[in-house]
């Protein structure tokens, strides 16, 4: 079956960095596109980025621009979020999701989802 399983979630101060990593398995992984959703306690799940299947189209969220970077590796069916220069603002769970078609800012028509990392921003 198909998973998509999240690592790299910790705890940080704000100005510091983190590297999360999705790691797909059970699917076509260069024929969808990946990105990468958050959700803080009592918020709706929000988008933060999108990287097309060819990984030539990129799409962030406006909080994270500059300062996110997503890419992917698909030899590894493996997608990346750099996150520098983090805030208390974006702590939240962090979730992958793919989509066989465009993938979108909207987290409806994602295919598949991860179960999440946790990300805490705090000094």
């Known amino acids: 079956q198909v998973q998509l399983v999240e690592s790299g979630g910790g705890v940080v101060q704000p100005g510091g960095s983190l590297r999360l990593s999705c790691t797909a398995s059970?699917?076509?992984?260069?024929?969808?596109?990946m990105a990468w959703f958050r959700q803080a306690p009592g918020k709706e799940r929000e988008f933060v980025a999108r990287l097309s299947r060819s990984g030539a189209g990129f799409l962030y969220a406006d909080p994270v621009k500059g300062r996110f970077t997503i890419s992917r590796d698909n030899a590894k069916n493996t997608v990346y979020l750099q996150m520098n220069s983090l805030k208390p603002e974006d702590t939240a769970v962090y979730y992958c999701?793919?989509?066989?078609?465009?993938?979108?800012?909207?987290?409806?028509?994602?295919?598949?989802w991860g179960q999440g990392t946790q990300v805490t921003v705090s000094s």
């Open positions: 059970g699917l076509a992984f260069s024929s969808y596109a």
């Open positions: 999701a793919a989509d066989l078609s465009a993938g979108s800012r909207s987290p409806r028509g994602y295919d598949y």
